[in-house]
């Protein structure tokens, strides 16, 4: 379990339904190739961005890939609700079902809630500015009303 602050998070916008989203944890880096197929990550990234700034107990995120994908779990703590224990994991196939959950952990941290709304909002804003540019929004979608809403959110 990682207890520090040195932690990022970059996301990359490919053409043609797919993405890249590299998170960086205490020197080390997980590269997680993220289809478009299943969900829109934009929407569910903006989705986890809220919930955390929202404080919600727990959430999940699914990040898919062919075959398989990753879960992100956020869990925060009793006592300091701007803290979560987060845990990142990788499966094989399919969506695990808790009963036959066949999973590898890759990462475990703790982190402050509004550390990683700032990374996300980041990476998003940071890809809407990109999304300006007629070539390079060429077979990329980017999700513009969940983003707005969350940087309406945030602005609030």
Same mark, same amino acid.
């Given at each position: 379990?990682?207890?520090?602050?040195?932690?990022?998070?970059?996301?990359?916008? *490919?053409?043609?339904?797919?993405?890249?989203?590299?998170?960086?944890?205490?020197?080390?880096?997980?590269?997680?190739?993220? &289809?478009?197929?299943?969900?829109?990550?934009?929407?569910?990234?903006?989705?986890?961005?809220?919930?955390?700034?929202? *404080?919600?107990?727990?959430?999940?995120?699914?990040?898919?890939?062919?075959?398989?994908?990753?879960?992100? *779990?956020?869990?925060?703590?009793?006592?300091?609700?701007?803290?979560?224990?987060?845990?990142?994991?990788?499966?094989?196939?399919?969506?695990?079902?808790?009963?036959?959950?066949?999973? &590898?952990?890759?990462?475990?941290?703790?982190?402050?809630?509004?550390?990683?709304?700032?990374?996300?909002?980041?990476?998003?804003?940071? &890809?809407?500015?990109?999304?300006?540019?007629?070539?390079?929004?060429?077979?990329?979608?980017?999700?513009?009303?969940?983003?707005?809403?969350? *940087?309406?959110?945030?602005?609030?």
């Amino acid at each position: 379990m990682y207890e520090g602050d040195d932690i990022d998070f970059l996301y990359v916008l *490919r053409p043609h339904g797919w993405s890249d989203l590299l998170l960086y944890v205490g020197g080390e880096i997980h590269h997680l190739c993220i &289809t478009h197929v299943f969900s829109d990550p934009i929407v569910d990234l903006s989705y986890l961005a809220s919930s955390l700034h929202h *404080r919600v107990p727990a959430i999940e995120l699914f990040l898919w890939d062919e075959p398989g994908g990753y879960r992100l *779990r956020f869990k925060q703590f009793n006592e300091q609700h701007h803290w979560y224990a987060v845990q990142l994991a990788s499966f094989p196939e399919g969506p695990p079902e808790s009963s036959q959950c066949i999973e &590898t952990v890759l990462v475990a941290f703790n982190i402050k809630a509004d550390h990683f709304v700032k990374l996300i909002y980041s990476q998003l804003e940071k &890809t809407a500015k990109l999304c300006e540019d007629k070539s390079y929004r060429k077979h990329r979608d980017f999700s513009y009303m969940e983003f707005n809403h969350l *940087r309406q959110q945030l602005s609030d």
